[in-house]
């Protein structure tokens, strides 16, 4: 697909990776609708887009909400007047054990409520948001579509992370069928799935524990949010990855 002139809608496009990657392909010459719950951070990154020579809009939007994503896309094809791809980049993260024993006593456990949540935003918000940017490029007519869907490679399972790890894995599987039952109009399908990753979350971490993961990774060190950004622009551009994951961890593998 070429990107110039195009329209993308990003979730979680305020900050970090959602910010990262709404640059690369504003600097490409797409268009961009930026969906957030962080008003401000959303704002910076459209202005960001502007000062870059492109168009950006912003919209606040909970993707685990299904009236409130399907009002979102309605307004985003009301404003931009078409809809080329969606990167389903929005997540939170609440961490937890399954159980925790000390002395041989169950001292605590993962909530179910944190474990919906999880799901929700990262599976349900994909499946909500590629929905209804599937229904729209294919009622609009579009000659190429293109949806990206943020896993991890937590998706393969990862400690402390069943809730996590179980919606990354479900959005590999999603992104699989998606392909599958949209490529009959040309809409693409794919996942990526980052490593450890330079955000604002990682940095706000002691010194010495970044270094200690940095020493885990094959390529001993941490990634960048660009390297992701670059991974979307590619798939984007690639109109034969469809169906797939591209895993981006600097050699990792869980």
């Not at 797409?30 to 912003?58: I, P």
């Not at 931009?80 to 937890?96: K, P, Q, T």
């Not at 209804?132 to 990862?158: F, K, T, W």
């Not at 039952?181 to 980052?194: F, K, Q, T, V």
């Amino acid at each position: 697909m070429e990107l110039q002139g195009k329209v993308v809608a990003i979730t979680g496009g305020g900050k970090g990776i959602g910010r990262a990657i709404a640059l690369r392909l504003a600097a490409q010459g797409a268009k961009l609708a930026l969906l957030d719950l962080d008003e401000e951070a959303m704002t910076q990154t459209c202005d960001l887009v502007k000062e870059a020579g492109s168009e950006a809009r912003g919209y606040i939007c909970n993707v685990a909400d299904e009236a409130a994503v399907e009002t979102t896309f309605n307004q985003i094809v009301a404003d931009f007047n078409s809809l080329h791809g969606v990167v389903n980049n929005a997540g939170i993260l609440r961490d937890a054990q399954l159980i925790k024993v000390k002395d041989g006593k169950v001292v605590k456990k993962m909530t179910a409520d944190n474990y919906s949540l999880v799901v929700d935003v990262h599976m349900k918000g994909a499946f909500l948001c590629a929905r209804e940017a599937a229904a729209h490029m294919v009622e609009l007519g579009v000659e190429e579509g293109c949806i990206v869907n943020m896993s991890s490679i937590a998706y393969r399972g990862n400690f402390g992370q069943s809730n996590y790890s179980a919606a990354k894995a479900g959005i590999v599987a999603q992104s699989k069928v998606w392909a599958k039952e949209l490529g009959r109009y040309n809409i693409r399908s794919m996942a990526i799935a980052p490593g450890t990753i330079d955000t604002e979350l990682l940095r706000s971490m002691p010194e010495d524990a970044l270094n200690a993961i940095a020493a885990g990774i094959p390529l001993k060190r941490i990634g960048d949010v660009d390297n992701i950004a670059q991974t979307v622009q590619h798939i984007f551009e690639n109109n034969y990855l469809s169906g797939d994951v591209i895993e981006v961890s600097g050699g990792v593998t869980l």
